[in-house]
Nanobody, 119 residues
Framework: QVQLVQSGGGLVQAGGSLRLSCAAS????????MGWFRQAPGKEREFVGS????????EYADSVKGRFTISRDNAKNTVYLQMNSLKPEDTAVYYC????????????WGQGTQVTISS
């Protein structure tokens, strides 16, 4: 099965930037759409964005459009979430996830990483 290992995260001030990484193994990476999700205390899990298997197309939640960018490097089996202009409301545990390109639901998940934005 596919294994996803996340890195990055941490504590930054509002207006700052962070880049999260998610490295995949155990599958054919370019056969999977990759997504990013987040969950803040007291809130439901929220879709952040996703990137298709080739890296050509992306989609984002309205709350992060213009600030976050998803990219992937298929040669490194890694997907990235670049977060700019961070706000305190971006504070959450961030998860990467994978779904086979012919599937519908994300069925492989990373371990999660804490992102904390101070005001």
């Amino acid at each position: 099965q596919v294994q996803l290992v996340q890195s990055g995260g941490g504590l930054v001030q509002a207006g700052g930037s962070l880049r999260l990484s998610c490295a995949a193994s155990g599958g054919t990476f370019d056969s999977y759409r990759m997504g990013w999700f987040r969950q803040a205390p007291g809130k439901e899990r929220e879709f952040v964005g996703s990137i298709d298997r080739s890296g050509v197309s992306t989609e984002y939640a309205d709350s992060v459009k213009g600030r976050f960018t998803i990219s992937r490097d298929n040669a490194k089996n890694t997907v990235y979430l670049q977060m700019n202009s961070l706000k305190p409301e971006d504070t959450a545990v961030y998860y990467c996830a994978a779904v086979f390109y012919l599937g519908g639901r994300y069925d492989y998940w990373g371990q999660g990483t804490q992102v904390t934005i101070s005001s």
